[in-house]
C-alpha cells in the first residue's frame, strides 16, 4: 500500500491549484490524514488535518485559502489551494492514517512521494 500524490506544478500568484492523495496498490481506508509541506531552507510544517468525522483544521497562514476534504470511496483526500502566493511554494506531502485490506492488512501510517507546488509570475 502506499499514497500517492498528484495536482503539484507551477501557477501564477493568485492562481489555483487542487492536490489528490490517493492509496494505491491495496484496499486501505483512511481514518484521518494531513497535508505537510517543506520549502527550500524551512522546516516542515503542517498544512491541514481532516479527522475520520471529517473535522478539518489548518495552519494560520493558509486558513481560509486552503481547503482539505476526502473522498472515502476514493480512498483520497484533496487540497484545495486558492489565492496562491509565492510562500506557499514548496513540496507537498500527504500523511494518511488507516487500515489496510487484502495483500496488506492492519493499521498502517504512510507517507506519500510528495508532490512539488511552485507558485511564481
Known amino acids: 500500500v502506499q499514497l500517492v500524490e498528484s495536482g503539484g506544478g507551477l501557477v501564477q500568484p493568485g492562481g489555483s491549484l487542487r492536490l489528490s492523495c490517493t492509496a494505491s496498490?491495496?484496499?486501505?481506508?483512511?481514518?484521518?490524514a494531513d497535508w505537510y509541506r517543506r520549502s527550500p531552507g524551512k522546516e516542515r510544517e503542517l498544512v491541514a488535518s481532516?479527522?475520520?468525522?471529517?473535522?478539518?483544521g489548518y495552519a494560520d497562514n493558509v486558513k481560509g485559502r486552503f481547503t482539505i476534504s476526502r473522498d472515502d470511496a476514493k480512498s483520497t483526500v484533496y487540497l484545495q489551494m486558492n489565492s496562491l502566493k509565492t510562500e506557499d511554494t514548496a513540496v507537498y506531502y500527504c500523511?494518511?492514517?488507516?487500515?489496510?485490506?487484502?495483500?496488506?492488512?492492519?493499521?498502517?501510517?504512510?507517507w506519500g512521494q510528495g508532490t512539488l507546488v511552485t507558485v511564481s509570475s
Open positions: 500523511y494518511g492514517r488507516g487500515v489496510a485490506s487484502g495483500s496488506t492488512v492492519g493499521y498502517l501510517e504512510l
Open positions: 496498490g491495496s484496499a486501505f481506508s483512511i481514518i484521518s
Open positions: 481532516i479527522t475520520t468525522d471529517g473535522d478539518t
